[in-house]
């Protein structure tokens, strides 16, 4: 009868992916406290920041549509982030 051994924790290298996630999750946290930090110091200011945020994304969303039904559409450039999923097409 043959023995195994019992498996080894090994501490494999970062792949590149991981190292990826990992800066989007740092810079998502780092955002969030600094957003956070201006929420409690200024909830005018930033009350008026999502306004004018929603109203944006709004325009953007009427005039993305009106343009599409006029003309198909032709992508012009595509955007990808490496390592991720994450992709914008213009």
Request: hydrophobic content about 55%.
């Amino acid at each position: 009868m043959r023995r195994t051994r019992p498996p080894v924790a090994s501490a494999g290298l970062p792949t590149q992916y991981s190292l990826a996630r990992t800066l989007l999750v740092s810079l998502a946290m780092s955002l969030s406290v600094a957003v956070g930090a201006l929420v409690v110091m200024y909830p005018g200011v930033t009350a008026l920041a999502v306004a004018l945020a929603a109203v944006s994304w709004a325009l953007t969303a009427v005039i993305v549509r009106v343009r599409l039904r006029r003309r198909p559409v032709t992508r012009v450039l595509m955007v990808r982030v490496p390592f991720t999923d994450i992709h914008v097409e213009v």
